[in-house]
């Protein structure tokens, strides 16, 4: 019994992971954020990234995200079985993407962006974690089209909207 039930932990926890780590297509609904709002914190899934003419813009999909305790709660909610089988989400963190609804949003050109990691030098061997690295948004526009080494649209980031602006980016770093 013990190498039967081994035998399908191993599948499950393939097919959750790829599960998590699979964003949502990016055809679906738009809206545009609404100004007169105050900070409002979201997480978001960035699908583009678009600078020029001295204003910057983005597409997102927003998502939720839990961690500890909440997520193995959620994640036991909505995948009893897996949850049974493996105790818990993997890493401890469980997104929900139950929408592939798309938000345009204005960018202000005073956002702050913290990032985990990113592409430093174009070499997969140089690529290590820095929590909380500052860079410029300029520098983040720039990156985020680069996807060679790595792809920073395939990372949530939670996001402050202040008046229909973003104001913040901190991208969340998952294993």
């Known amino acids: 019994m013990s190498k039967k039930r081994s035998a399908y932990v191993l599948p499950v926890v393939v097919l959750l ?3 998590l780590i699979t ?3 990016t055809v679906g609904t738009k809206a545009n954020a609404q100004s007169g709002v105050s900070a409002q914190q979201l997480t978001v899934y960035i699908q583009s990234l678009t600078s020029g003419d001295g ?3 983005l597409s997102a999909d927003e998502i939720e995200w839990y961690q ?10 909505r995948e009893p079985e897996a949850a049974a089988e ?16 798309l938000t345009d949003y204005p960018v202000a ?8 990691i990113y592409d430093h030098t174009g070499n997969i061997e140089d690529l290590d ?11 983040f526009v720039k990156l985020f089209s680069q996807n060679e080494v790595f792809d920073l649209s395939q990372s949530p980031y939670h996001i402050t909207v202040q008046d229909g602006q973003i104001t913040s980016f901190v991208q969340q770093y998952t294993p």
Do not use: R
């Open 17 to 19: 992971f790829l599960s």
């Open 23 to 25: 964003t949502a297509s």
């Open 55 to 57: 204003s910057t813009a």
């Open 68 to 77: 500890g305790a909440e997520a193995t709660e959620v994640f036991a909610q």
């Open 86 to 101: 493996i105790g818990g989400p993997p890493d401890d963190y469980y997104i929900v993407n139950d929408s592939d609804s």
């Open 109 to 116: 050109a005073t956002a702050t962006v913290t990032l985990q």
């Open 129 to 139: 974690i820095n929590w909380n690295e500052q860079v410029t948004l300029e520098q």
